[in-house]
């Protein structure tokens, strides 16, 4: 345009670095961090705040529900016990990836320890004590689903970082493709995309459709 237009804007800007210290080692720039620095807010990491973690489960559990058509009740205590144990390096999102997992595997009426195997370095047995023995059964039920399912899709490399998309896109193609016996239309149903994307995707990544029919 030729002429100025005035505009009114907010910006909402985050990170997860020191950016004061960042100015004075010269690695961000002094008047761009007191032009952003207005009105600060400390969002400390989920380990520093574990009594939110219940209801975080409560609210990823019925949106879950509601996104994937379950009806999980909840979480069992022995289950939050165990989420609130845990020190979640990815933080939130690290949280919803795993009841999201947890919703579309489970197979009883409330969240169990087992159906949270990529808490890496946690022993779900140590947490089945506290539940009646029909929920570890089902627990354990559930796990046998995810391994005659291909395993489940794990979102973290065992370092705690997000794996590619690429990787998790694949591997979660391959689960629901597995999960629903090679019925394309089914799995294109439930993963929200059209059956000529799905098909394109199952050739990019080299997925072998033959075998889960024949499974």
Not at 46 to 58: I, M, Q
Not at 74 to 85: E, F, K, R
Not at 102 to 120: K, M, N, R, T, Y
């Amino acid at each position: 345009a030729k002429r100025p237009v005035k505009v009114d804007v907010r910006i909402v800007s985050a990170t997860n670095r020191d950016l004061a210290e960042q100015v004075k080692d010269g690695g961000f720039r002094e008047d761009l961090f007191y032009r952003l620095n207005v009105f600060p807010i400390e969002a400390p990491p989920l380990r520093e705040r574990k009594e939110d973690v219940p209801a975080l489960v409560e609210h990823f559990i019925k949106r879950f529900n509601t996104q994937e058509g379950r009806d999980v009740k909840g979480a069992s205590p022995a289950t939050m016990h165990m989420l609130q144990d845990h020190e979640w390096p990815g933080n939130v999102r690290q949280l919803e990836n795993a009841v999201f997992r947890a919703v579309v595997l489970c197979e009883s009426d409330h969240l169990q320890p087992l159906d949270f195997p990529q808490i890496a370095g946690v022993d779900p047995a140590l947490y089945v004590a506290d539940d009646a023995p029909a929920a570890a059964a089902a627990a354990k039920s559930a796990t046998q689903v995810v391994s005659a399912a291909s395993g489940p899709v794990e979102i973290f490399d065992p370092r705690g970082h997000l794996r590619k998309l690429e990787e998790i896109e694949r591997d979660l193609i391959q689960f629901a493709i597995a999960t629903y016996s090679g019925h394309m239309s089914e799995v294109a149903r439930r993963l929200g995309i059209g059956r000529s994307t799905l098909y394109r995707k199952v050739r990019e990544h080299d997925i072998q459709v033959n075998e889960a029919r024949a499974g």
